[in-house]
């Protein structure tokens, strides 16, 4: 296992957040398995059903997300607004692999809250959490091709595209071509 070095030249693209990035509690199971059942959500995203029992069990295992953890290699946040602490929506970081320093994102904000530019300040907080505190080297995210409001954002934030997976997913059913996104440490120091 290695022990990546902090670089302390990383900045945020911008300094102000309405949101912010909270561990999930107990009461976040009903608003979790809500927001997996919203037909915007499960339009572009592979969601299987889950129970709400499996959803509680998970968030045991996700309450307390302190980056680095080598022991674990899924982390899961709620994105709150920080006015009136109103839930919007909740962002995965998924751990390829420690030794190598490479995770990947999902992300999905409930549709009432679309296009308000919450998801853009969720993934650039969680950029700061991926890079800053998990100190990894490469940021992963795949969404279907057929999702503009996903790779637009992706790409807002310093993605770079990498290719199309064929046939990646399967959604609702049919299979759909995802692309392969990433940010790497370098890029985003350079922002
Ligand atoms: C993808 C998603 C997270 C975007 O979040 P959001 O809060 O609505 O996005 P923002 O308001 O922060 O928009 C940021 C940028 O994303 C892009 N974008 C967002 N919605 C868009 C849309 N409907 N069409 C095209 N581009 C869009 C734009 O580039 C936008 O920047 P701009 O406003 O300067 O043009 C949200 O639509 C969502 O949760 N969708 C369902 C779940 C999902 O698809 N998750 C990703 C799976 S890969």
Redesign the pocket.
């Known amino acids: 296992m290695i022990s990546p070095i902090i670089n302390s030249g990383l900045q945020d693209l911008s300094p102000v957040f309405r949101v912010r990035l909270r561990d999930p509690g107990p009461s976040d199971a009903a608003l979790i398995y809500r927001w997996r059942n919203e037909n915007?959500?499960q339009a572009?995203?592979p969601l299987v059903y889950l129970s709400l029992d499996h959803i509680q069990s998970d968030i045991e295992k996700t309450s307390s997300n302190n980056l680095p953890n080598y022991s674990r290699e899924r982390f899961q946040w709620i994105i709150e607004r920080l006015s009136d602490s109103e839930p919007l929506?909740w962002m995965t970081l998924s751990i390829r692999t420690w030794e190598h320093q490479i995770g990947e994102i999902?992300?999905?904000?409930s549709e009432a809250?679309?296009?308000?530019?919450?998801?853009?300040?969720a993934l650039q907080i969680m950029l700061q959490k991926a890079f800053c505190e998990a100190h990894l080297y490469r940021v992963e995210?795949?969404?279907?091709v057929e999702?503009?409001?996903?790779y637009?954002?992706l790409e807002?934030v310093g993605f770079k595209q990498e290719g199309v997976l064929r046939e990646y997913f399967n959604i609702r059913g049919k299979r759909f071509d995802h692309y392969m996104y990433s940010v790497l440490r370098s890029d985003y120091i350079k922002r």
């Open positions: 915007a959500l572009h995203q929506g999902g992300y999905s904000i809250y679309h296009g308000q530019g919450y998801g853009f300040e995210a795949k969404c279907s999702n503009p409001a996903s637009k954002l807002k």
